[in-house]
């Protein structure tokens, strides 16, 4: 699948960020809905579902495969579900785009399934690895043909009856579970995974919402997820609440530009996925949670946010698994923060959309950051609060979170910071400058 055109972006700094605004649905739990409705018998509705290019891949997918997927002129987009087990033979390849969401998920529902699918993407998408989801499910019976390295293009060959396995997740990764429950949803008897770190439960809890019997329990070797196949799932009306991973270029902003304050409305608070609000915390970031509340099972708040002076701080290893995706955006905070800040045991950053550990230390490199790059992770030079010295030009590597955290730099630099390519923000928040605007009340231009 060709990337658009580069769409280069030139981004200024900004006065104080202020007022309300609202992020877009979470990612990880849209994917989620689209799926596990496309499996249930019924009319299944998903209010504030994130309308990204990753998220409109997977619906794009699952139409392929026979569930009726239509978003109405109100918002609210209606699934009608083929059922458990019930998936058709696409007619054509899965176009991906640049999602590994999608991609790892979707392996597991086929997995099961006595069909056959090619699975496609992006050049970045095509770099990432698939063999950390193709060994499990090949132990469940499916076969693959994939590109050396187990990489996209490959071709699955589901099975039915599969065979329920006990896995134990060599990293921790949410995806590579989910996949492996997904799998099990359509296999005779229990499919049990064990995580020694625990990661993101989306999966666990809305599976259980949509009627599957999925237990949790604690155990020397971690956590046991155990899921009882050949379930019925019903149809549920399922409320997406605002994405941490997109709130967190945001709360970061505000933090690092003086004399802003802001609200941040209705962002999902998820324990597993609230590491960066904890280690922003940590280095003294000013975020109070407001009206704290449950949407769809998931624990949600408005985050007022005001800028504050960072400390430097060791990020405790611990936390990698809850904000994985955030480690673009705490590197920009500790550029901005006093002393130096280490990030370590986030060995998972080099196979994410890019190395992003040094596709950042190239980024704020370029900008005038001192880094210090490791296997693991990053060391950032603080400046202690002032502007950094930006009039950088940064490759983005096709990655949005390099792109929207390099923007969030911008906004306290001395010379204006230039993306070399702005278009793959829309994966993940297609309104992302425009929330911008609206908080810092100017208008970003792209570069000539």
Same mark, same amino acid.
């Given at each position: 699948m060709p990337h658009p055109t580069p769409s280069p972006r030139e981004i200024f700094?900004?006065?104080?960020?202020t007022g309300h605004v609202a992020v877009p649905g979470d990612k990880s739990i849209s994917h989620?809905?689209?799926?596990?409705?496309?499996?249930? $018998?019924?009319?299944?509705?998903?209010?504030?579902?994130?309308?990204?290019?990753?998220?409109?891949?997977?619906?794009?997918?699952?139409?392929?495969?026979?569930? !009726?997927?239509?978003?109405?002129?109100?918002?609210?987009?209606?699934?009608?579900?083929?059922?458990?087990?019930g998936?058709? !033979?696409?007619?054509?390849?899965?176009?991906?785009?640049?999602?590994?969401?999608s991609t790892r998920l979707l392996m597991g529902l086929v997995a099961s399934h006595a069909i056959t699918a090619a699975f496609t993407g992006d050049a970045s998408l095509t770099k990432r690895p698939m063999g950390r989801v193709i060994e499990p499910l090949s132990r469940m019976g499916a076969e693959f043909t994939a590109y050396p390295g187990g990489r996209l293009p490959l071709i699955l060959r589901g099975i039915n009856p599969a065979v329920p396995i006990d896995y134990t997740l060599p990293v921790a990764s949410a995806q590579v579970k989910s996949a492996v429950l997904l799998a099990g949803l359509n296999t005779p008897g229990i499919t049990r995974v064990i995580e020694p770190i625990a990661t993101r439960d989306h999966s666990e809890r809305m599976l259980r919402g949509f009627g599957a019997t999925v237990t949790v329990e604690?155990?020397?070797a971690g956590k046991i997820?155990?899921?009882?196949?050949?379930?019925?799932?019903?149809? !549920?009306?399922?409320?997406?609440?605002?994405?941490?991973?997109?709130?967190?270029?945001?709360?970061?902003?505000?933090?690092?530009?003086?004399?802003?304050?802001?609200?941040?409305?209705?962002?999902?608070?998820?324990?597993?996925?609230?590491?960066?609000?904890?280690?922003?915390? &940590? &280095?003294?970031?000013?975020?109070?949670?407001?009206?704290?509340?449950? $949407?769809?099972?998931?624990?949600v708040a408005d985050l007022r946010v005001r800028h504050a002076h960072l400390r430097a701080i060791e990020v405790p290893a611990e936390l990698a698994p809850s904000m994985i995706d955030e480690y673009p955006i705490l590197f920009v905070a500790a550029a901005f923060a006093e002393g130096r800040t280490v990030a370590r045991g986030a060995h998972e950053l080099r196979v994410k959309e890019?190395?992003?550990?040094?596709?950042?230390?190239?980024?704020?490199?370029?900008?005038?950051?001192?880094?210090?790059?490791?296997?693991?992770?990053?060391? $950032?030079?603080?400046?202690?609060?002032?502007?950094?010295?930006g009039g950088g030009t940064v490759r983005t590597h096709l990655d949005h979170r390099i792109a929207m955290s390099m923007a969030i730099a911008a906004l306290n630099a001395r010379a204006s910071i230039t993306l070399d390519d702005a278009s793959p923000i829309a994966t993940s928040y297609p309104v992302f400058f425009q929330s911008l605007d609206l908080l810092r009340g100017e208008t970003l231009v792209p570069a000539a």
């Open positions: 700094a900004s006065g104080p960020l989620r809905a689209l799926m596990f409705s496309a499996l249930a $018998v019924g009319e299944s509705r998903v209010e504030g579902l994130l309308e990204g290019e990753d998220v409109l891949a997977t619906a794009a997918a699952l139409r392929a495969m026979g569930a !009726q997927i239509e978003r109405g002129a109100d918002g609210i987009w209606r699934i009608n579900g083929v059922g458990v087990g998936l058709l !033979q696409p007619q054509g390849a899965l176009e991906m785009g640049n999602s590994g969401t604690d155990d020397a997820i155990a899921i009882t196949g050949e379930a019925e799932l019903r149809p !549920q009306r399922i409320v997406v609440p605002g994405d941490p991973s997109s709130a967190a270029f945001l709360v970061v902003a505000a933090t690092i530009v003086p004399g802003s304050d802001i609200v941040v409305e209705n962002v999902g608070l998820n324990p597993t996925r609230a590491g960066i609000f904890t280690a922003l915390r &940590m &280095m003294g970031a000013d975020i109070t949670e407001l009206n704290p509340r449950e $949407v769809g099972g998931e624990p890019s190395d992003r550990i040094a596709a950042m230390a190239a980024a704020l490199g370029a900008c005038g950051v001192r880094t210090e790059e490791y296997e693991d992770g990053l060391c $950032v030079q603080g400046n202690g609060g002032g502007a950094i010295a």
